[in-house]
């Protein structure tokens, strides 16, 4: 079983910056991928990034250019470096993880979740 944790979210205004982290426990990390998704009110849940266990990475459209996605295998962390934040990347963050090693984009592939942090943006 994984345990994920997600941290650093909060308010910022558009334009600024933020930094998430996601600390998975419970097992090594293994070869797993691991992705980030978001959820705004009355929206479903949906993609934003993906890294490989072999570190390729993939990113929605909506933020190409303004995220990264990035991991430490050492910390068992996964990061999203999140600029020039837009008020309608306003949502719930959730970090997740799954079995396989290759970037998945679909909320089914993933087993994993964490509780999700608020990210709100103001204009």
């Known amino acids: 079983q994984v345990q994920l944790v997600e941290s650093g979210g909060g308010l910022v205004q558009a334009g600024g910056s933020l930094r998430l982290a996601c600390v998975a426990s419970?097992?090594?990390?293994?070869?797993?991928?691991m992705g980030w998704f978001r959820q705004a009110p009355g929206k479903e849940r949906e993609f934003v990034a993906s890294i490989a266990w072999s570190d390729n990475t993939d990113h929605a459209e909506s933020v190409k250019g303004r995220f990264t996605i990035s991991r430490d295998k050492a910390k068992n962390t996964v990061y999203l470096q999140m600029n020039g934040l837009k008020p309608e990347d306003t949502a719930v963050y959730y970090c997740?993880?799954?079995?396989?090693?290759?970037?998945?984009?679909?909320?089914?592939?993933?087993?994993?979740w964490g509780q999700g942090t608020q990210v709100t943006v103001s204009s």
């Open positions: 997740a993880a799954r079995r396989g090693s290759t970037i998945a984009t679909m909320t089914s592939a993933y087993s994993f």
């Open positions: 419970g097992r090594t990390f293994g070869n797993s991928a």
